[in-house]
């Protein structure tokens, strides 16, 4: 499932990492595989890893719905907090996070368009934030795996044999047409993903920032194999890390497309309206006033 994404969506988005050299991925020590080879090597990689997902159960997926914790981190990389969530995603590129107990702070995004509420009301998110969540998108790794290994330009390479997090792997490395390369850990055990990294140079202050994903915890919800914890680095400070609920988590249920437009926050801003002038009279009353 994509990663929920409004806490990450604020964040710089990173977009190519450890550029690669023209000459043939190394496979293994004494071994050097041509461009071809290289390609088909990755794809078969990507592809196993796909099955070991869930295959056609994983590629399937239309929505999701999902509730967790959300572990926030300052610039000295102590930990600021942990706030609980749920998470609403109809696939491809419509999401609904609904933050604190009270779920009063939620975030919308349906493509190139995004709604926030809060204590203020209903608001559009600006242009720079809607730029940054379709980035993030493009970047999500359970987004490249469900519809962007086809698309035209894609250039894959494999990168050789690793340890990664104390387990034997395979890196991947994709170019895309946008200029990002995203590198990807692959388990030799499982085929599962282990760790995503993607870097890019900052468009406004060119300075080179780079992130990495760790994926762990990975458990069966219907047929699909999820990571239950991700927890993201930039320029090796930890930003977040999200815990999700093994019991709160659900593939295809349903979800319409009403949840994912700025009437359905309009709606619910007018309930926490009312139930706020409630409270204020009711305060009054008991104060005498």
Avoid at 96 to 114: A, D, P
């Amino acid at each position: 499932m994509r990663l929920k994404y409004r806490w990450v969506s604020v964040l710089a988005i990173a977009g190519a990492i450890l550029a690669a050299a023209a000459a043939p991925a190394r496979a293994q020590d004494g071994e050097v595989l041509l461009p071809e080879q290289s390609a088909a090597k990755a794809k078969a990689l990507l592809q196993g890893m796909i099955e070991a997902l869930g295959g056609s159960a994983y590629l399937s997926v239309k929505d999701s719905t999902c509730k967790g914790r959300l572990g926030s981190f300052g610039h000295s990389g102590a930990l600021s907090g942990y706030d609980v969530f749920l998470d609403l995603a109809k696939l491809p590129d419509k999401d609904r996070q609904e933050m604190s107990k009270k779920r009063n702070i939620i975030y919308v995004t349906n493509g190139n368009q995004g709604w926030v509420l809060d204590r203020g009301g209903v608001s559009e998110e600006p242009a720079d934030q809607i730029a940054d969540n379709e980035r993030e998108l493009q970047l999500d790794l359970d987004y490249i795996l469900r519809y962007r290994l086809n698309e035209t330009g894609m250039i894959f390479r494999y990168v050789g044999p690793d340890v990664v997090d104390l387990k034997e792997a395979d890196w991947v490395e994709i170019d895309d047409p946008q200029g990002h390369e995203i590198q990807i850990a692959v388990a030799k055990l499982t085929h599962l993903p282990i760790q995503k990294k993607v870097a890019m140079r900052d468009p406004i202050t060119h300075m080179r920032t780079e992130e990495i994903d760790y994926y762990s915890n990975f458990q069966k919800v219907d047929s699909v194999m999820m990571y239950f914890q991700q927890t993201r680095f930039r320029n090796g400070m930890k930003v977040f890390q999200v815990f999700y609920d093994p019991d709160g988590c659900r593939f295809n249920t349903g979800l319409q497309d009403s949840l994912f437009t700025k009437e359905s926050l309009e709606e619910r801003w007018a309930q926490l309206d009312k139930r706020g002038k409630k409270k204020k009279e009711k305060d009054a009353d008991k104060s005498g006033l």
